[in-house]
């Protein structure tokens, strides 16, 4: 494409531009150049990044909802004004299978051939007030996912484009694992859904998109999953006294995703599960590449649960209600990056909804990644005026925290737990006990 020298002196928010740059008669570049959404306050940071080389059709790397979480999560000192991705030009216009080993992770060349180029794609306001000329940082994306293999690229009409992948992923030095994951395109960087997978013949791993895998649903992986499930301790009592009666307790789970968390509660507590999802297309993955089922114990809507939640709560009857409501809901806005529950659950209407379909000693439990601590704070505050009390796990990764809130004073449910309370011990014995004495109580 021709471009004007002067196109890129200034910021333009949400500008998303892409071009090619010749490197020979065989080889391009894709340059694609993205300004912030946001208005910077002070000097404009700009910064550059390498595309791993294999991964260039990856919708982190080729769409433009990719480019601004990259953007957005940089970890440069200050928000970045503009983000520069270079990499090699794709071979495909849908993700890939890919094997890092097989590519040179030096961006060395790279950086020597876009050099000059990086100068002309600095906005003048970067420039410093002595003239001289700012240093772009360079980055380099790394993760922990060392081959790929893409079992289904499909689409739903709530979602969109999905993908299905298997990843071999290096945990540590020399351990690794497989495991199966769900990514939308509108978020691409976030992992939906992530299940643990074992091979069925460890002898024939060379052929990454011929090994066949079983699911290992014993575990999640999922970081924020077992804190989650570690909320419901807090009505452990109660819990423990609805299985000594003879009932299963219910569980309302608002986003299935891949179904993990539906498939842990029902096997691995005993719960009855209603889950809800608003997209069918995701609904018909979970069971086709996650394993879920759908049968008298977990019952699946495609509903949008927000709704359905609003809904019921109208007409909901004592002996229909829930024993504990499981919120693990994202924003679908790239522009607000990723971020969980989405704005729309935070209304009192909603809240005040929640806490009627659940029963009087109900807890709700929220999966958070807040964009920004006032989104925090207002949903903190938001949930004191409805709930009893309210309880904080901080799952340690520097992203989540899950917000657990009870209809009912509990007081400390953890101190005076019986020893023959055999839920509790069931809890402790799936989910890691660090999570249980994490709890924080915050209301």
Wanted: net charge negative; proline share 5%; charged share 25%.
């Amino acid at each position: 494409m021709s471009l004007s020298p002067s196109t890129f002196e200034t910021i333009v928010p949400s500008r998303y531009t892409t071009f090619t740059l010749p490197i020979n008669h065989h080889h391009h570049l894709r340059i694609a150049v993205l300004d912030s959404p946001s208005t910077a306050t002070g000097a404009d940071a700009i910064a550059a990044m390498s595309v791993p080389h294999g991964r260039e059709s990856d919708w982190i790397f080729s769409t433009f909802s990719g480019h601004l979480q990259l953007l957005l999560s940089s970890p440069a000192a200050q928000p970045l004004s503009r983000l520069i991705l270079i990499g090699k030009t794709p071979s495909h216009p849908n993700p890939t299978s890919y094997n890092t080993s097989l590519y040179s992770s030096s961006p060395n060349h790279l950086q020597q051939i876009i050099d000059n180029l990086l100068l002309d794609l600095t906005p003048k306001s970067a420039f410093l007030d002595n003239g001289e000329t700012p240093e772009v940082p360079f980055f380099i994306y790394e993760d922990d996912v060392v081959r790929s293999s893409i079992l289904e690229i499909c689409e739903g009409p709530c979602v969109g484009e999905m993908l299905i992948e298997n990843v071999e992923l290096e945990i540590s030095d020399g351990v690794k694992e497989f495991r199966r994951r769900l990514r939308f395109k509108r978020m691409p960087n976030f992992v939906q859904t992530e299940v643990k997978i074992r091979p069925k013949n460890v002898s024939s791993l060379e052929d990454f998109d011929n090994v066949e895998f079983e699911l290992d649903k014993g575990v999640l992986v999922h970081q924020y999953l077992s804190p989650m499930v570690a909320g419901v301790s807090v009505i452990s009592r109660f819990l423990e006294g609805r299985t000594r009666n003879g009932f299963r307790p219910i569980a309302l789970c608002l986003g299935v995703g891949g179904g993990a968390l539906l498939g842990f509660l029902s096997v691995q507590l005993n719960f009855e599960v209603v889950g809800l999802e608003e997209d069918e297309v995701v609904l018909d993955v979970a069971k086709r590449y996650f394993g879920l089922e759908s049968d008298e114990l977990i019952r699946l809507f495609a509903e949008d649960g927000i709704k359905y939640v609003e809904n019921l709560a109208k007409s909901i009857t004592q002996d229909c209600k829930f024993d504990v409501v499981m919120v693990d809901l994202d924003s679908s806005d790239a522009a607000v990056g990723v971020c969980a529950p989405p704005v729309e659950f935070v209304r009192k209407s909603v809240l005040v909804a929640a806490r009627e379909v659940l029963c009087d000693e109900g807890v709700l439990v929220i999966n958070t990644i807040p964009s920004n601590k006032s989104f925090y704070e207002r949903l903190i505050s938001e949930l004191k005026e409805v709930f009893e009390e309210l309880y904080e796990i901080d799952v340690g990764n520097g992203d989540n925290f899950v917000l657990i809130a009870t209809k009912s004073k509990v007081g400390n449910p953890l101190d005076d737990a019986y020893e023959e309370d055999t839920f509790l011990k069931k809890l402790k014995q799936v989910v890691s006990t660090s999570y249980i004495d994490s709890i924080k109580k915050i209301l």
